[in-house]
C-alpha cells in the first residue's frame, strides 16, 4: 500500500503503465513467435514469388469439410473449392491444426484426413487454438480461427462458404484492420 501512495504521481503512474504495456507486447511477440505454421509446397511457392509476381493466396476454412457434410461428399466440397480459386488465379490456402500443428494448405492426403475424422475433429474456433496447439489435436479451423491464423501466415483474403452473422463482422473486422 506505500508503494502506491509513494509513487502515486501522474508522471510515475504514467511511466509504470508504459513499462507494462512494453512488457506485454514484448511477451505477446515471444509467443507468436514460437507457434509453428506449417505452409504446403504451393502456398511455400506462391508466397516466394515476391511482390511484384506473388500470386494471390485465398484462406479457406476447414469446418466446411469436417462438419458440412458426410464423407466423401465433404472432400469433394473442399477439392472443388480449392478448384474455384485456382480458376479465378489465386492460390487456395485451406487451413487446419493436424495433430497440434498448424497448416496453411493441405495436401490431398490431409483432405482426406479430416474429411473421414468428421465431427470427430474439434471446431477450432479463435478460443480453441491455444488448447489444440497444447494438447497436440487435430481442428478444422471456423471463420474466426481461419481469420487469425490468415493474419498470422501473411494472407489478406478469406474465402467460405458460410453466411452467418458472424462472418460479416469477422470481414468488417478483418478488413478495417488492414491486414
Known sequence: FLYFIEENTPKTFKHRMKVEKKERRSQK????????IQFSYEVRTAMAQGPNGI????????????????????????KSLE??????????ATIAVLKGVIHVGLS???LEFLGKEGRKCAKASRRDL???LAQKKTG??????TVLIAKLAGLS??????SAGCTVVATTLWTSQRI
Open 29 to 36: 511477440q515471444k509467443t507468436e513467435r514460437k507457434m509453428k
Open 55 to 78: 500470386r494471390r493466396l485465398v484462406a479457406l476454412e476447414s469446418t466446411i469439410i469436417s462438419h458440412g457434410m458426410p464423407y466423401p461428399e465433404n472432400v469433394a466440397c473442399g
Open 157 to 162: 483474403v478469406m474465402a467460405t462458404g458460410v
Open 130 to 132: 491455444p488448447l489444440l
Open 108 to 110: 490431398e492426403e490431409q
Open 83 to 92: 478448384n474455384i480459386v485456382r480458376k479465378a488465379g489465386a492460390v487456395p
Open 140 to 145: 478444422a479451423t471456423t471463420v474466426s480461427g
